[in-house]
C-alpha cells in the first residue's frame, strides 16, 4: 500500500501540482531572485525550507528559465560545490577548472542562470573547519558579482544564523535579501488537509472543519503554527491506518486512481499527538528491524539499530551527512565513521542500513547517507540519556587523542583514564583494538610516571623531615646554649614553640593536600608522623590533631562504603554516604563524587524510563515492568513511574 503523502520527504518539481500551502512565500521568493544574486532562506526545522525551493520556487520557471544545482556539504562544502558543476561541464572541457569560471562558461552554453542552492547550509558550521568556511565565502563573493549568470541561494535552520556573521565581511549583502518560512497557521494547515483529501480521494465522516481542527490542534500541541513535515507525517500515519482499516484484502481502484477513504474524528482523536506519531513510528521500525537483525545474524549486537542511529545525528541533535562507497554490493561507510559502531560487523551494517533506507528512515544520496529529516534527529537527539551524552563526548575525545597520539607520541593522562575506566563497559564494544591498545598503553606509562613520581616525593619528604629534625636538635642545641648562656627562659620555650608550631603546620598542610587527593590513609599516617616524632604541641595542637584523625578515619570509612555500594549500583545508598562524609569534613573532591553520582543516577534513570516505553510499546509488559521498578528504585515516590506501574498492573 502506498500513501499520497510526503512523509518525512521533501516536495520536488514532480510534486508541483499537489503543493499547497505556500502560495505568498513562493511568489515572493520568485520576486526576490531578480532582485540579487544572494537570496538567504531561513526558519525553524520543519518549516518546508527545501520543499518551498525545490518545488515551490522550481514551480515557478519555466524550464530554460533557469539551471538549478543542489548543494550539500557532504566531506567539503567546495568539493561538493566543484563536483556539481564538473558533472554538467561538457567532457572535452578539461581545461577550465577555476568554479567562477566554469560558472561562466555554463552561462554561456546553457543560455540560462546557474542557481547555485546550499541546502542545509549549517553543517558548514557544525561539521566544517573555518578554512573551509573563508574557501568558500571567497567564492561566493566572486559568483555573486556575475548578477546575470550566477544566482546563490542559502537555506539555514534559524538557529544557526548567528555564524553566519563571521562570512559577512566577504559578502556584506548577505542579510539585504531574506526571506524567513514561518510555520503555518491554522489557515493554511487547513487549505493543505482540503486540497490534499481533494485530490487524494479522501473524505471525512464527521464535519470538516471540525475534523481539520483536531488534525491542526494534535499536531501544533498548544504551540502557534505547524510545521509542514510533521502534517505530512501525521496525514500519512492517518491515512495508513484508515487504508488498513477500509481495505483489510486490498482496494479494487482503477489504475492510477486513489482509494475511497473516510478520515473519521474518532480516529483522529485516537491517533494522537504529532511527538506520540513520530515516536511511535521510529520505536516500532527500531523494534522490528532489531528483532528482525537478531534473529537473521547471531553476531549482532543487542543494541545496533540505536547505535547506528545514533551515528546520524550530530551533538547539536541536527542530521550528519555521512559519505559510502560499495564494495562487492555493500555500504561501506567513511572510516571516521566506522570508529563509532566498530562493534557492528560489515555484513550486518550493510544489512541495517538498507532496511532502514526502505524504512524511510534513511535517505541515500549520490555519495552520503542521511536521516530522512532533521525532525528524526532532533527525536534520536532527546531520547539520548546524559549516559548516551556523556560516552560519545568520551568515546569522541578518545578517538581524537588517538589521532593526536599517531603524530604526538602523547598518552592518555590519568584524569582521562579515570573518566574512562567509569564508562569501561559501555565504551569498550564501540573501541577497536587499536584504540583498546592505546589505552592499557596509556594506562602503563601513566603507572611508570606515578611510580617515578611518588618515589620523587617519598624522597622529598624524607629530606624534608631530617631537615626539621636537624632544625629541632639545633633549636634545642641553641636553646641549650642560651640557657648555658644565661639567656632567659621564656625566650627559649617561645623558640621551641614557633618551632613546634611551623613543622605541626608543614604536616597538616601536606596531610590535607593528600586528603583532598583522595589518599585518605597517607593523610592519617601524615598525622601520625606527628605523635611519632614527640614534637612539643601546645594544647590546641594536640586537640586539632585529636579531631582531625578521628574525622578523617570517620570520612575514609564511609567513602570506602560508598565506592563499594556505587559498584553495587545502589547508586542513592552512595551518595548518601558521599554527604555524610561531606557532613564530617567537606571537600572538593567529595563534592565531585557526589554531582558525578547525581548524574549517573538520572542517566539511569533515563536509560530504564526509555527501555520500559520501548518494552512496553512492544507489549513486553515483564520487561516493562522489571524497568520501571529499576527506575523507582532510584527516584523513589516518582509520580511519572508509579502511574507506569499501576497502568501495567491493570492490564
Not at 537473521?296 to 559519505?323: H, M, N, Q, W, Y
Not at 561501506?332 to 551494517?349: C, D, G, M, Y
Not at 564508562?423 to 601513566?446: D, H, N
Request: glycine residues 4%.
Amino acid at each position: 500500500m502506498k500513501s499520497p503523502f510526503k512523509f518525512l520527504d521533501a516536495y520536488t518539481f514532480e510534486d508541483r501540482a499537489n503543493f499547497f500551502g505556500r502560495k505568498e512565500e513562493t511568489e515572493e521568493l520568485y520576486r526576490m531572485v531578480f532582485k540579487s544574486s544572494l537570496i538567504l532562506i531561513y526558519g525553524l526545522s520543519g518549516t518546508g525550507k527545501t520543499s518551498l525551493v525545490q518545488c515551490g520556487l522550481a514551480g515557478r520557471f519555466d524550464g530554460p528559465d533557469w539551471l538549478p544545482l543542489f548543494v550539500r556539504r557532504n566531506e567539503d562544502v567546495n568539493q561538493s560545490l566543484d563536483r556539481a558543476l564538473q558533472k554538467i561541464m561538457p567532457s572535452n572541457e578539461t581545461a577550465i577548472s577555476a568554479i567562477p569560471d566554469r560558472v561562466s562558461y555554463l552561462f554561456k552554453d546553457y543560455l540560462r542562470p546557474i542557481y547555485l542552492i546550499f541546502d542545509q547550509f549549517e553543517e558548514l558550521f557544525i561539521l566544517g573547519t573555518e578554512k573551509e568556511q573563508d574557501t568558500l565565502a571567497q567564492t561566493l563573493a566572486q559568483l555573486t558579482r556575475m548578477e546575470a549568470a550566477c544566482r546563490v541561494i542559502l537555506i539555514i535552520r534559524e538557529e544557526f544564523i548567528g555564524q553566519l556573521y563571521r562570512l559577512e565581511k566577504y559578502l556584506p549583502r548577505l542579510f539585504d535579501f531574506r526571506l524567513r518560512v514561518e510555520p503555518m497557521g491554522y489557515k493554511k494547515v487547513a487549505e493543505v488537509v482540503e486540497k490534499s483529501c481533494l485530490a487524494y480521494n479522501i473524505g471525512f465522516n464527521d464535519a470538516t472543519e471540525q475534523s481539520i481542527q483536531a488534525i491542526y490542534d494534535n499536531i501544533a500541541g498548544g504551540k502557534s503554527g505547524v510545521q509542514l513535515p510533521y502534517l505530512q507525517v501525521y496525514l500519512d500515519q492517518l491515512y495508513r491506518r484508515d487504508y488498513a482499516r477500509s481495505y483489510p484484502n486490498g482496494d479494487e481502484s482503477k489504475a492510477g486512481e486513489w482509494p475511497v477513504l473516510q478520515f473519521s474524528l474518532s480516529e483522529i482523536n485516537a491517533l494522537g499527538n504529532i511527538e506520540d506519531v513520530l515516536g511511535r513510528f521510529l520505536d516500532e521500525q527500531k523494534w522490528q528491524l532489531q528483532a528482525s537483525t537478531d534473529q537473521k545474524f547471531k553476531d549482532s549486537p543487542e543494541d545496533a539499530i540505536t547505535l547506528v542511529l545514533d551515528t546520524f545525528v550530530t551533538p547539536e541533535g541536527t542530521k550528519r551527512p555521512i559519505s559510502f562507497t560499495l564494495s562487492d554490493e555493500q555500504f561501506v561507510l567513511e572510516k571516521n565513521v566506522l570508529q563509532w559502531i566498530v562493534a557492528i560487523p560489515a555484513a550486518v551494517l550493510h544489512y541495517i542500513v538498507n532496511q532502514l533506507i526502505e524504512r524511510r528512515i534513511l535517505r541515500q544520496n549520490e555519495s552520503s547517507l542521511e536521516l530522512a529529516h532533521d525532525a528524526l534527529a532532533l527525536l534520536i537527539d532527546q531520547r539520548r540519556s546524559e549516559g548516551q551524552r556523556r560516552v560519545n563526548d568520551v568515546l569522541t575525545r578518545v578517538l581524537i587523542a588517538y589521532k593526536e597520539h599517531q603524530d604526538t607520541h602523547e598518552y592518555l593522562s590519568r584524569k582521562q583514564l579515570n573518566i574512562i575506566e567509569e564508562l569501561w563497559p559501555l565504551l569498550k564494544p564501540r573501541l577497536s583494538t587499536e584504540i583498546q591498545g592505546f589505552i592499557e598503553k596509556s594506562k602503563a606509562e601513566v603507572a611508570s610516571r606515578e611510580h617515578a613520581e611518588l618515589l620523587a616525593e617519598r624522597e622529598k619528604r624524607r629530606k624534608a623531615t631530617r631537615a626539621a629534625m636537624v632544625a629541632i636538635g639545633l633549636a634545642l642545641c641553641a636553646t641549650a646554649a642560651m640557657v648555658f648562656a644565661s639567656i632567659k627562659a621564656e625566650q627559649v620555650r617561645r623558640a621551641k614553640v614557633e618551632l613546634s608550631i611551623a613543622f605541626f603546620n608543614s604536616q597538616i598542610q601536606t596531610a590535607h593536600t593528600l586528603k583532598v587527593e583522595g589518599k585518605y590513609q597517607e593523610a592519617l599516617d601524615r598525622l601520625q608522623e606527628v605523635n611519632t616524632l614527640k614534637i612539643d604541641l601546645q594544647a590546641p595542637q594536640r586537640d586539632t590533631l585529636q579531631e582531625l584523625q578521628k574525622e578523617w578515619k570517620e570520612i575514609q570509612q564511609l567513602v570506602e562504603k560508598a565506592n563499594t555500594a556505587i559498584k553495587q549500583l545502589d547508586l542513592n545508598r552512595g551518595i548518601n554516604l558521599y554527604r555524610q562524609a561531606q557532613n564530617i569534613g567537606a571537600d572538593e573532591r567529595i563534592t565531585g563524587l557526589i554531582v558525578e553520582t547525581e548524574n549517573k543516577v538520572e542517566s539511569t534513570y533515563r536509560d530504564l524510563i526509555n527501555k520500559g516505553n520501548l518494552m512496553l510499546n512492544a507489549n513486553q509488559l515483564a520487561k516493562a515492568r522489571e524497568s520501571y521498578e529499576k527506575a523507582l528504585k532510584l527516584k523513589p515516590g516518582d509520580v511519572f513511574v508509579q502511574k507506569k506501574l499501576r497502568t501495567l498492573t491493570a492490564q
